[in-house]
């Protein structure tokens, strides 16, 4: 009954981030349930439980809907058999739950919304404080924060220099601003000097999957410059990383 239980928390919780997912991005704010395809309002138990299609587009509910729900079901069952050594069963459901959310949002739109950084601060703040202590989850925020920042605005002058260069405009960031804020988030959640750690696997994270995403623009030719890959999710997969795998990642490493 336990695992059943544990079972239905999970899809439940994919749901509620499918939902977050679909109207957060759009309405800025939480909404009654829409159709993303043509913009019309759905009945609750269509838009949540079935046949999860558009009354009046027929546009069903995407892939993604369902994967959500499948991977946050096993998730919630792998993370009762096997809980985080450093946050538990509970917390560490509450936390996987918020990265996946903004990885999502990320993927599907290149935004990291403000509202939702904020409340991961609060949320990495009485974590980072109840299990790091309040020097070195303050300390881990601030490095995270600063570091990204810091590379925010190299980006930035970098890309900028190199489009007037070219006499070309511009069109995205190499990193964005929710970036910088993730950041700060995952410094909460890892303190110090766990965000260290986070950051060199981010940038390693990051160099392996770009490397191969150009490759693959390049053979495709559809290669540009300027190109942005979201960065949010490189920090997130990290932060998964250190939070749900951290003696195996420190013993890998040699640390």
Not at 27 to 47: D, E, H, T, V, W
Not at 67 to 83: H, T, Y
């Amino acid at each position: 009954m336990t695992h059943i239980f544990i079972f239905i928390l999970g899809l439940a919780t994919g749901i509620s981030i499918n939902y977050l997912a679909d109207v957060l991005p759009v309405k800025r704010r939480l909404a009654a349930p829409f159709c993303l395809s043509c913009g019309i309002g759905q009945k609750p138990l269509n838009y949540f439980i079935w046949p999860r299609r558009c009354d009046t587009c027929g546009k069903r509910r995407s892939l993604r809907t369902w994967a959500v729900e499948f991977v946050f079901s096993a998730a919630a069952l792998w993370l009762w058999n096997s809980p985080s050594e450093s946050l538990g069963f509970f917390v560490g459901f509450v936390v996987l739950s918020f990265l996946g959310l903004v990885a999502i949002i990320d993927l599907e739109h290149r935004l990291i919304l403000h509202p939702v950084s904020l409340v991961g601060a609060a949320l990495g703040l009485v974590i980072g404080i109840w299990f790091n202590g309040i020097r070195d989850t303050l300390l881990g925020g601030l490095f995270g924060f600063a570091i990204m920042l810091a590379l925010y605005y190299f980006g930035a002058f970098l890309m900028g220099w190199l489009a007037r260069r070219r006499g070309q405009v511009l069109e995205e960031d190499a990193l964005g601003f929710g970036d910088v804020i993730l950041s700060g988030v995952i410094g909460l959640l890892l303190g110090w000097p766990g965000i260290v750690v986070g950051l060199i696997l981010t940038i390693l994270i990051a160099g392996i999957v770009s490397f191969l995403y150009l490759i693959l623009k390049m053979i495709t030719r559809k290669y540009r410059f300027d190109m942005a890959v979201p960065y949010g999710p490189f920090l997130i997969s990290a932060a998964i990383l250190l939070l749900y795998f951290r003696g195996f990642i420190l013993q890998y490493l040699g640390w």
